[in-house]
């Protein structure tokens, strides 16, 4: 088992940035990825990232939100760039079978 914790959330306004944080337990060899969850929709893949770095996008955040991976650290982060009121949600990290807490990130005037 790992234990996940997510940081980074809060509240932005339309066309601002926010960087997510996702600290690991212990070492993890296997992909990494972030979820969301926006109120009353279903858990939806937003990136991953393997441990060579190789990532992969939902093509809604495509273009505007990034994620790395530092291995020493067991850390992955996800930065993301003009945000849209539509990325509001919960985000979760998830590692293997497990799941972070998520944070919560709001994009709203």
């Known amino acids: 088992q790992v234990q996940l914790v997510e940081s980074g959330g809060g509240l932005v306004q339309p066309g601002g940035s926010l960087a997510l944080s996702c600290e690991a337990s212990?070492?993890?060899?296997?992909?990494i990825y972030w979820y969301r969850q926006a109120p009353g929709k279903q858990r939806e893949f937003v990136a991953q990232?393997?441990?060579?770095?190789?990532?992969n996008y939902a093509d809604s955040v495509k273009g505007r939100f990034t994620i790395s991976r530092d291995n020493a650290r067991n850390t992955v982060s996800l930065q993301m760039n003009n945000l849209k009121p539509e990325d509001t949600a919960v985000y979760y990290c998830?590692?293997?079978?497990?799941w972070g807490r998520g944070t919560h990130v709001t994009v709203s005037t």
């Open positions: 998830k590692a293997e079978t497990d």
């Open positions: 212990r070492s993890i060899f296997s992909i």
């Open positions: 990232i393997a441990r060579d770095g190789a990532a």
